[in-house]
């Protein structure tokens, strides 16, 4: 598989130091290194911080990267994230995968319609809690312990917001806060030391009811609870 990366918003509000033009320009350079560490396909954010509405206009914008991509795997945030952003970015991710096909539907810019399948997994949320403090269980566990190192030095590259989350929500060692979640998600799988949890969408207007992409392709490191 070839990987994209994608951050809706620009981190320009992820500072208590630097103007916005500052901060947005190092947020960017953070995730093209952490994207490049990877050997993924960057593509550049559409909104600042807090504007990350469920509405057309942002949508348009998130489709046409879907139909540029036509992916047959995406990775999405959690339903139930703690943030307003990440839940709505779920939400445009989802919608934007649902019309890819649509003639009548115009991206911004405008792109082809595309008839490829597309298979959606939410990720876990943050803190593996929903907004109202339940634990969620995924129904899949990937197995991530002998690349938990790779997984940590990909998210060291994001310094800046190491730095806003310390000062805003006393998130210090936010590289041992992944390993602790990953941790937790591996104890649940009751096999795994360190995993990722996903669960998959409907299938209804992506793809075929069968269609299990990640778990084809992942199948020597995944456990399924039904």
Not at 89 to 110: E, K, S, Y
Not at 193 to 205: K, P, Q, V
């Amino acid at each position: 598989y070839e990987i994209h990366y994608m951050n809706i918003a620009n981190g320009c509000c992820g500072t208590a130091e630097h103007s916005r033009e500052e901060i947005i320009a190092i947020r960017r350079e953070e995730a093209r290194s952490a994207a490049a560490s990877i050997g993924a396909v960057y593509h550049e954010s559409l909104v600042d911080d807090i504007a990350i509405f469920y509405e057309p206009r942002l949508l348009a914008r998130v489709a046409a990267v879907i139909r540029e991509v036509a992916p047959e795997i995406l990775l999405v945030q959690s339903p139930q994230g703690y943030m307003e952003d990440h839940q709505n970015a779920a939400r445009l991710a989802v919608t934007g995968a649902f019309t890819r096909g649509m003639p009548n539907f115009i991206t911004d810019p405008p792109r082809a319609p595309v008839s490829q399948p597309v298979t959606v997994y939410h990720a876990q949320p943050h803190g593996n809690r929903d907004p109202l403090r339940h634990l969620v269980r995924p129904d899949i566990f990937v197995d991530i312990s002998s690349v938990i190192t790779l997984k940590r030095a990909m998210l060291a590259h994001h310094q800046s917001q190491k730095v806003w989350l310390d000062h805003t929500q006393g998130m210090d060692a936010y590289l041992d806060a992944m390993q602790d979640q990953s941790r937790e998600v591996g104890a649940m799988s009751g096999r795994f030391t360190y995993a990722e949890g996903w669960r998959r969408r409907l299938h209804l207007g992506f793809c075929d009811a069968t269609a299990d992409p990640l778990i084809t392709a992942l199948r020597d490191y995944c456990l399924v609870h039904a």
